[in-house]
């Protein structure tokens, strides 16, 4: 049977600690028991020795010359650009939009690039539009849904009628208002 919640980590009942030391720096570390000594001392480092000695950058192993894919988006690494993420990273459809006009774009709600035809990846200049996010949100949004009644015009949710009709159309089937 499966449990409504689990805690995020082990719990151990027992008293005995368990210690041990950094390979590099000696540094006493404990640990309740030996499955969150598995769990958690995996290198059998210290953080501090492991952040020292953990290649981070272009020397990672995982490092992909300086893009990633994420929400569909590549990301360029433009550490000292305006509009640059935390990391570090802009939108290569951003970049390719202001070297086409030759200026930085404006921050997110002012100026939005838009692909015209949906694929996020496809870059090309003929297939980026520049506009604000307002009109960016109104091509993506829903069309507006409207009372099938004709001489209606009311709009709806979710429903092939507007409150009105709903109730009279309900009435009409089952006799009375659910």
Not at 55 to 79: E, N, Q, T, V, W
Not at 88 to 112: D, Q, S, T
Not at 115 to 124: A, E, F, I, P, S
Request: with cysteine; net charge positive; hydrophobic share 30%.
């Amino acid at each position: 049977m499966r449990k409504l919640w689990q805690p995020p980590f082990h719990i151990c009942y027992n008293t005995t600690m368990i210690i041990t030391s950094c390979k590099l720096c000696g540094k006493k570390r404990t640990f309740p028991c030996e499955a969150e000594e598995r769990r958690r001392n995996k290198t059998g480092y210290c953080i501090n020795c492991f952040r020292k000695n953990t290649p981070s950058g272009i020397k990672a192993s995982s490092y992909k010359r300086g893009y990633f894919f994420r929400s569909g988006y590549k990301f360029i690494l433009k550490p000292n650009h305006p509009l640059a993420n935390n990391l570090g990273y802009v939108r290569e459809a951003r970049l390719i939009m202001e070297r086409h006009l030759g200026r930085y774009l404006k921050p997110f709600p002012k100026e939005v690039v838009h692909h015209k035809n949906g694929d996020r990846l496809d870059n090309r200049i003929k297939n980026l539009k520049l506009m604000s996010n307002s009109i960016h949100a109104g091509k993506h949004s829903p069309p507006a849904r409207y009372c099938s009644l004709p001489n209606c015009g009311r709009k709806h949710l979710a429903r092939r009628f507007c409150k009105k009709h709903y109730r009279k159309f309900m009435k009409e089937m089952f006799g009375k208002i659910l």
